[in-house]
């Protein structure tokens, strides 16, 4: 656990509404700042020492556990890797619900609705409203606030929250008031999202191989019937410049892929695709790649055709 830098001060006026954040990673950090950007009273915690310690020099106090920042702030956001993370975050020794400040969690991670529905029976047994919100948009939509936000949910808790939610995201979308359907709603929108991808990444190597631009590609299919969030925004920005910046691990994506598939299984729905996107995800991670961004996934395909999307230019005619 990250050491104390900073107890958690009283609230300096009983009508400010301190706002917890547990969860400082990529996403986390981003929307972290923007809450404190606006003003809001902090409190923050991550097992990251280093990353409380930026928060701490922008004025947010630090805690050490999360039963501290539900000690001290009415509103919790969560935003953390897996679901397993989250239940000890929110129910284990020190974790949310031991603190006695808290009236609303908001879980902004991709956790499936299962654990979403579990957290709240669980809030709900000590009068705390669980709101599931998981977002979408990436690092860049975290830093400017332009965030899908798919929220469930008690319909007055989330009013209650919503301008908080509208600092976060452009679109803040009410999905209902059954716990979990936000979650359903991310995993449709995740599986098909790392669908396009793989769909994007494969097909662009093959273009390459066989002698096309890549920025060619890329300015036809954008303004053709092939456009996805990979080909308008992932691989201009990622994989064409050969950097593959760290924005979203794939370990986390074949997380989601996998939630998707096994909520799929359980309530007898087929994902014949999203069964091959899992398994391709799977040999990412199974190769060490788990820690990169997903973007890395497209030098599998590269490496098998002896042809690359980005600025080593395409090689066509070399053999594997
Ligand atoms: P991340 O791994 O970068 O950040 C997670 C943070 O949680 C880290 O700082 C980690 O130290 C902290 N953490 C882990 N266990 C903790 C604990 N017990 N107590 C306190 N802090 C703890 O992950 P991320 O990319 O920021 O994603 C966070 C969530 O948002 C995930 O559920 C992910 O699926 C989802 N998401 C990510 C993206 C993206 O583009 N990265 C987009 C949408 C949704």
């Not at 999203?274 to 973007?295: E, N, P, R």
Request: charged content about 20%; proline content about 5%; overall charge neutral.
């Amino acid at each position: 656990m990250a050491a104390v830098i900073d107890r958690v001060p009283p609230a300096a006026s009983a009508k400010v509404r301190r706002i917890g954040f547990i969860g400082l990673g990529n996403m986390g950090a981003r929307m972290a700042q923007r809450l404190l950007a606006a003003g809001q009273p902090m409190v923050v915690c991550d097992i990251v020492p280093d990353i409380l310690a930026a928060f701490a020099a922008e004025g947010s106090a630090v805690a050490e556990q999360p039963a501290e920042v539900s000690a001290a702030a009415e509103i919790v956001f969560l935003s953390l890797p897996t679901p397993q993370s989250v239940r000890a975050v929110c129910l284990g020794p020190s974790g949310v619900i031991e603190g006695n400040a808290t009236k609303i969690v908001v879980d902004l991670s991709t956790t499936g609705p299962r654990v979403a529905k579990e957290l709240a029976r669980h809030f709900a047994d000590k009068g705390i409203t669980f709101i599931d919100a998981p977002v979408s948009g990436g690092v860049v939509g975290a830093e400017a606030g332009t965030l899908s936000v798919m929220a469930a949910g008690d319909r007055q808790a989330f009013e209650s929250i919503e301008s908080l939610l509208r600092l976060l995201g452009r679109n803040v979308f009410y999905i209902g008031s059954v716990p979990g359907l936000g979650q359903s709603m991310k995993l449709v929108n995740n599986m098909l999202a790392a669908t396009n991808a793989l769909a994007a990444f494969e097909t662009l190597v093959m273009g390459a191989k066989a002698g096309l631009d890549p920025q060619v590609m890329l300015d036809v299919i954008n303004v053709s019937s092939g456009r996805n969030s990979a080909t308008l925004d992932k691989v201009p920005q990622c994989v064409l410049s050969r950097t593959f910046p760290l924005r979203f691990a794939t370990e986390l994506l074949y997380k989601d892929v996998r939630l998707c598939t096994e909520e799929a299984e359980e309530a007898g729905s087929l994902l014949w695709l999203g069964q091959t996107v899992k398994q391709i995800l799977a040999f990412a991670v199974a190769q060490g790649d788990g820690g990169k961004d997903y973007a890395t996934i497209i030098q599998h395909f590269e490496r098998w055709a002896g042809a690359t999307v980005g600025a080593e230019s395409a090689h066509p005619g070399t053999s594997r």
